[in-house]
C-alpha cells in the first residue's frame, strides 16, 4: 500500500477571466517545483476569451507521487466571490477558505464568500484589492497579493516565487517585474501575524526533492517536447481546441531546430502534407480534436494502406460535433481506433499522465518507422491542459537511428509491400536510385501496383505486422498497478481517467479492499495476453471512462469475451475519485462510506 | 408561502450561542444567522486558561463540533464585522460591504478588554487575551517558566494568573481599582484577598500605577512595566486586564438607547421593538434598584441568550436574577466568587 505521508494539499485559485487566476496558478505550480514538490495542476478556462466567465487552477502539491488532482482541495483562494461560492463546499473540514473581505462595492445578502464559508473550513479574508492598489497602485496585482499572503500563511519559501515572478514577466517592462514584486511582498506583509487555524501543513522537502531536475509541463507542451527530442522535422497542423498549443509551441521551437511547419487550410490537408512528409522520409506529424481526426480519417487509410509512417495526435473534447469544446472526453477512441474506410488498423498510444505524453510523442516517430504505419497518440482536454513535474530524459532517447540503405534493386522491380516472414517490407524513400516504386491507396501488389486479387494477404500483412508493437522496446503498453495475485476488485483504464483509478485504488486499498489496477497505453493493436492475465486475477473487473458509450470497455469485452462492468460520465469534468470508488466498493460487497459531499465535479463545471 | 422570520444574533459568544440554540429548538423553520468577528465556531473563553494545561488545539475547546452548526441550520458567519445596525429599516451592514435584512435581531456582542487610558500608546506592547488566537499568542511568547506581568487582574485575569502559577510561570500583578472585576471592591476589600494571592506565589504591587512599558528592559526580560514610583518591574508578557466595556459602537445608527451597555428592559427587549440585547454588552432594568445593571459570567450570559431568545418568539420571560456579588477566602486560602463559575 502507498504510504501517504509528507506533504499532500491541493490550492484552487478562483477568479473571472482577466482577474490573472490562471496567472497566479502558474506561478504557484511552478514556485512549487523549484521547491522540489510533485505538482499535478489543472486549470479550467471559460469558453469565452475574455471579461466573462469562470477561471479556476487547481495545484496539488505533494511530497510523493500523485497521480490525480484531489477530489477536495485544502485551500481556496478567491478573486471573484460570484464564480468562487459554488467552490466552497470543495474545500475539506479544516481547510482555509481566503478571500478579499474589503470590496469597493455594495453586495447583497449571500453576495459575499464568507456567508458561505462552513462552519469547519477557516475563514481568512484581508484587503487584498487595497494591498494591491497600495503596493502597484492598480488592482491588477491582486493575483500576485494572495501568492504573498499564502507564503506566509504556509510558510513557503519566499525566493522560489520571486524567482518564478521573475522569469514569468522577464519579457515584460522591468516596471512590471518590480510591480509584481512589490505585490508578493505586500501580500507577504499582510500574512504575517496572522494566526494560523487550519491543519494545511506543507513540510519542508526532503533531500529527494528534484526540483533542480524537474520541469513543469502541460500535456501538450510535453508532446511539443517528446516532438522535439524525437528530432520532428516536418509539422502540419490546423487549430483546434484543446490541441492547438502543440502547433503554437512547435511553431516557435521546430524553425530555429531546421524544422518545417505550416499551418494548412484545414485538417485534411495538414493529414495530406504529414502522410506526404512521412512518404518522402521525414518525422513528420500533425495533431487536431475530435471534428478534426473526423476530417482526416480517410487520408489515415491512405496512410495505412501506402504504409506511410506518420503521427497524429488527437486530444479528445466532448463531442460530437462542435459538442463541448472547452470540456474534456473519451469519446474519440473507435474514431481513432477504427475510425475510416476499410480494415484499416493503426496503432493507438493513450498516455495516462503528462510523462507519458512525453514518452509517447517521443517514441512515436520510431513506431510508426518500425512498423510504417500512423501511430495516433491519444490524449484528452484533462491531460492537455494538465501540468505536472516531469524529468526529461537526460540522453537522447527518441532521436531517430541512421538509415541503412537498400541495395538498389532496379527501377520498377523493388518490392516496396514485399510478403517478409515478420510482413514489415524494405522501404525506401522516394528518389532513392534504383528503388522506384509506385505506391497507391488501391489495394496492391508486393511491387505497389493496384492488384486485387492479393486483398487477403496484404490486409493479413497489414494487421500482422502490428502484433509484435505490444512489446516495443522503451514504451510501457499495459501495467499493472496494486496488490499482487488473486484480487476483488480489479479497475482497467486508459488515458487521462488512470489518475483517478490509481488514486481510487490507493483509497480502496486504504479501506481494506484488495484491489489492482491497469492501465492499458496501446489500445491498437490491444496487449490482449497481460489484459487477460489480469483478467483471470479479478474477481470483478471495473473499467471506468469519461464517455458514454462505454467505448473502450466494447473492445476490450470484444477481445476477451469477458464481461466487465462500466462506469461511464460525460459531464465534462474529469470522473471524481469518490465516484469510482463507490463503484469499486459497491463491486467489493462493501457499504457506502458517508463523508464529506463530493462537490468537485458539479463544481468543476 | 410567507418567507420564514429571519432572526440575526450578532455575536457567537456565551449569549448568542445560547440564543441561536433556543431559537431553533423553540422554531424550526426560522432562519437563524449568526454573525460574529470571530474566527472560530463558538468556544468557551473561560477554557482559554486550559492552554497552559496542554489544550491547544482548538477544536478541544468548541462547545459543539462545527457540523452540529449545519444539522441545527444556524447559519454562522464568522471573521465578519457589523458596523452599522438601521434600526428603522431593519437592516445590518457588514464591514465587508454585504447588508443583511433582519426581522428580530438579537446583540450579544459582549465587551472589549479596557485599557487604562495613560497605557493605550503602549497597545502593542501588550497582550490580549480576549480570543483563542490572541491567548495562544501570549503561549507562544511566553517562554517555558517565564513571567507574566498582569496590570489590574479582573475576575478572568485572576483566574488565568492562578492557572499560569499552577502551571510553573511567575506572576506579577499591578494592583488597581479594577482588580476583582467585575466585584467592585476597596483598596481596604482587596487586601486580603491579595494577600491570599501571594500566598499563592504571586508577586503584587498595590501602591503604585503604571505609567508606561516598554521593550527596551535592562536584562534579558523581553517588557517592563514603570510604575508611577519608578520601580521597573521585569517580565516576558504583559497582559491588562481591567474589566470589559461593552462593545456597541456599532450600534449607534440602531435606534436604541446606550448608556454604557444597550439598555434593556426584564424581558432584554431594547427601545426598538425589533432589537433585544443579551450578555456582558447590555445593562438590565433592575426594578427594585431602580437602575441597569450588568450582569456578568458565563451562566448569566447563557441565561440571557437563551431568555431573550424566548422572548423574540413571543415570550414574555423576566429575567430576575439576583447574583450576589460576593468574594472572598476560604479556610483553605482559595478564592470564592461568586462569578467564577467554571
Ligand atoms: C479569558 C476569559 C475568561 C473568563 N473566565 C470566566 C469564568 O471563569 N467564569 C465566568 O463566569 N465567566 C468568565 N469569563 C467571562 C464570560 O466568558 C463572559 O461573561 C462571556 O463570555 C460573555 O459572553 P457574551 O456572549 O456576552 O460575549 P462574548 O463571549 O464576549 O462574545 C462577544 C461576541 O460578539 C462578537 N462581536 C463583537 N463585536 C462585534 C461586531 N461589531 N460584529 C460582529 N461580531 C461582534 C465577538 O466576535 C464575539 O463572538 C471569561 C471571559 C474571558 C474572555
Redesign the pocket.
Given at each position: 500500500m502507498m504510504n501517504r505521508t509528507g506533504t499532500d494539499i491541493q490550492i484552487a485559485i478562483c477568479g473571472s477571466a482577466g482577474d490573472g487566476t490562471i496567472a497566479s496558478g502558474d506561478i504557484l505550480k511552478r514556485a512549487a517545483a523549484l521547491m522540489g514538490f510533485n505538482v499535478i495542476a489543472f486549470d479550467v478556462y471559460p469558453p469565452e476569451i475574455r471579461g466573462f466567465g469562470k477561471c479556476i487552477s487547481r495545484v496539488r502539491i505533494s511530497s510523493q507521487q500523485s497521480y490525480s488532482l484531489k477530489q477536495n482541495s485544502d485551500v481556496l483562494i478567491s478573486l471573484n466571490d460570484t464564480h468562487a461560492i459554488p467552490h466552497v463546499g470543495e474545500v475539506r473540514d479544516f481547510g482555509a477558505v481566503i478571500y478579499d473581505d474589503n470590496l469597493i462595492a455594495n453586495v447583497p445578502e449571500g453576495g459575499h464568500i464568507s456567508g458561505h464559508i462552513h462552519p469547519a473550513q477557516i475563514p481568512y479574508g484581508f484587503s487584498i484589492r487595497q494591498i494591491s492598489e497600495q503596493a502597484t497602485n492598480s488592482a491588477r496585482s491582486r493575483n500576485i497579493v494572495i501568492l504573498g499572503y499564502l507564503a506566509e500563511l504556509f510558510d513557503l519559501p519566499r525566493e522560489h516565487f520571486r524567482k518564478i515572478i521573475r522569469d514569468k514577466f522577464a519579457t515584460k517592462p522591468r516596471a512590471v517585474t518590480d510591480d509584481n514584486i512589490k505585490a508578493f511582498n505586500a501580500g507577504l506583509l499582510a500574512g504575517s501575524g496572522v494566526f494560523k487555524l487550519d491543519d494545511v501543513v506543507v513540510q519542508k522537502v526532503d533531500a529527494k526533492g528534484n526540483g533542480a531536475d524537474a520541469e513543469m509541463m502541460t500535456g501538450n507542451g510535453a508532446v511539443a517536447r517528446g516532438f522535439m527530442e524525437a528530432g520532428i522535422q516536418c509539422y502540419f497542423g490546423y487549430p483546434i481546441t484543446p490541441a492547438t498549443s502543440i502547433m503554437e509551441r512547435l511553431a516557435v521551437e521546430m524553425p530555429p531546430a531546421g524544422g518545417k511547419f505550416l499551418q494548412t487550410e484545414d485538417e485534411i490537408s495538414a493529414i495530406a502534407a504529414a502522410i506526404g512528409a512521412g512518404y518522402a522520409g521525414t518525422r513528420a506529424a500533425t495533431a487536431t480534436s475530435g471534428p478534426g481526426l473526423a476530417l482526416m480519417a480517410e487520408m489515415l487509410g491512405l496512410g495505412v494502406m501506402a504504409e506511410v509512417p506518420v503521427v497524429v495526435v488527437v486530444s479528445q473534447r466532448g463531442g460530437p460535433s462542435t459538442g463541448l469544446p472547452t470540456k474534456t472526453e473519451q469519446s474519440d477512441l473507435n474514431l481513432a481506433v477504427f475510425g475510416g474506410s476499410g480494415d484499416a488498423q493503426r496503432i493507438v498510444l493513450a498516455p495516462t499522465n503528462v510523462e507519458g505524453c512525453y514518452r509517447c510523442a517521443g517514441r512515436a516517430f520510431e513506431i510508426a518507422e518500425t512498423y510504417q504505419t500512423p501511430v495516433i497518440v491519444l490524449i484528452d482536454l484533462y491531460l492537455s491542459n494538465r501540468y505536472e513535474t516531469v524529468i526529461p530524459s537526460a540522453h537522447k532517447q527518441f532521436a531517430a537511428k541512421p538509415r541503412v540503405p537498400l541495395a538498389p534493386n532496379g527501377d520498377g522491380a523493388f518490392k516496396r509491400f514485399e510478403l517478409t516472414e515478420n510482413n514489415i517490407s524494405p522501404r525506401a524513400i522516394p528518389g532513392e536510385e534504383g528503388l522506384m516504386h509506385t505506391v497507391t491507396g488501391l489495394e496492391h501488389n508486393e511491387l505497389g501496383r493496384p492488384n486485387d486479387a492479393i486483398h487477403m494477404d496484404m490486409n493479413t500483412k497489414r494487421h500482422e505486422k502490428l502484433k509484435p508493437a505490444v512489446n516495443f522496446p522503451g514504451l510501457t503498453v499495459s501495467k499493472r498497478f496494486g496488490d499482487e495475485g488473486k484480487v476483488k476488485v480489479g479497475i482497467l483504464g486508459w488515458g487521462s481517467t488512470f489518475g483517478e483509478i490509481l488514486e481510487t485504488m490507493y483509497e480502496a486499498q486504504a479501506e481494506g479492499i484488495s484491489c489492482a489496477a491497469m492501465k492499458v497505453v496501446m489500445l491498437s493493436p490491444l496487449p490482449v495476453e497481460s489484459i487477460a492475465a489480469f483478467f483471470a486475477d479479478c474477481d470483478e473487473i471495473l473499467v471506468p471512462e469519461v464517455n458514454y458509450e462505454g467505448q473502450f470497455a466494447n473492445i476490450v469485452c470484444g477481445a476477451l469475451g469477458k464481461p466487465v462492468s462500466r462506469l461511464n460520465q460525460t459531464n465534462g469534468a474529469p470522473m471524481a475519485v469518490a465516484d469510482i470508488l463507490a463503484e469499486v466498493r459497491r463491486l467489493s460487497g462493501k457499504k457506502p462510506k458517508t463523508g464529506q459531499s463530493d462537490t468537485f465535479t458539479e463544481a468543476a463545471l | 408561502m410567507a418567507s420564514p422570520i429571519h432572526h440575526v444574533i450578532?455575536?457567537?459568544?456565551?449569549?448568542?450561542f445560547g440564543a441561536a440554540k433556543t431559537l431553533r429548538a423553540a422554531d424550526q423553520n426560522c432562519r437563524v444567522t449568526m454573525?460574529?468577528?470571530?474566527s472560530l465556531p463558538f468556544y468557551?473563553?473561560?477554557a482559554?486558561?486550559q492552554i497552559f494545561r496542554g489544550r491547544q488545539d482548538w477544536r478541544e475547546l468548541l462547545e459543539v463540533p462545527p457540523a452540529k452548526y449545519d444539522e441545527l441550520d444556524i447559519k454562522l458567519r464568522r471573521r465578519?464585522?457589523?458596523?452599522e445596525v438601521d434600526g428603522s429599516n431593519q437592516i445590518i451592514s457588514l464591514a465587508h460591504q454585504e447588508t443583511v435584512a433582519y426581522d428580530r435581531l438579537l446583540v450579544?456582542?459582549?465587551?472589549r478588554s479596557y485599557l487604562p487610558e495613560n497605557l493605550t500608546s503602549q497597545v502593542d506592547l501588550i497582550h490580549s487575551?480576549?480570543s483563542y488566537e490572541a491567548?495562544m499568542q501570549v503561549f507562544k511568547d511566553l517562554p517555558k517558566g517565564g513571567s507574566v506581568i498582569m496590570i489590574g487582574g479582573d475576575?478572568?485575569g485572576i483566574?488565568?494568573a492562578l492557572t499560569l502559577l499552577d502551571s510553573g510561570y511567575k506572576v506579577t500583578l499591578i494592583a488597581n481599582q479594577q482588580t476583582f472585576w467585575p466585584h467592585d471592591l476597596t483598596a481596604k476589600q482587596q487586601k486580603p484577598l491579595l494577600k491570599a494571592l501571594e500566598a499563592k506565589g504571586m508577586i503584587v504591587f498595590s501602591d503604585s500605577r503604571p505609567i508606561g512599558v516598554s521593550d527596551k528592559c535592562t536584562n534579558s526580560a523581553t517588557r517592563c512595566v514603570t510604575l508611577e514610583d519608578t520601580t521597573e518591574v521585569l517580565g516576558d508578557v504583559v497582559l491588562s486586564f481591567c474589566g470589559l466595556s461593552p462593545?456597541v459602537e456599532?450600534m449607534l445608527g440602531a435606534d436604541v438607547d446606550i448608556e454604557r451597555g444597550i439598555l434593556v428592559n426584564p424581558e432584554l427587549r431594547t427601545s426598538n421593538e425589533t432589537i433585544w440585547a443579551?450578555?456582558?454588552?447590555c445593562q438590565i432594568w433592575h426594578d427594585t434598584e431602580k437602575t441597569y445593571k450588568f450582569y456578568?459570567?458565563?451562566?448569566n450570559?447563557r441565561m440571557m441568550?437563551e431568555l431573550a431568545a424566548r422572548n423574540m418568539l413571543g415570550g414574555h420571560d423576566i429575567f430576575d436574577v439576583n447574583v450576589e456579588d460576593q468574594i472572598g477566602v476560604e479556610p483553605d486560602g482559595q478564592l470564592k466568587s461568586t462569578?467564577?463559575?467554571?
Open positions: - | 450578532i455575536g457567537s459568544g456565551s449569549a448568542g454573525i460574529t468577528m470571530d468557551q473563553r473561560y482559554l486558561p465578519t464585522r457589523v458596523v450579544c456582542t459582549g465587551g487575551f480576549g491567548a475576575m478572568i483566574d488565568l462593545a456599532f443579551a450578555g456582558d454588552v456578568h459570567g458565563w451562566k450570559v441568550g462569578f467564577w463559575t467554571h
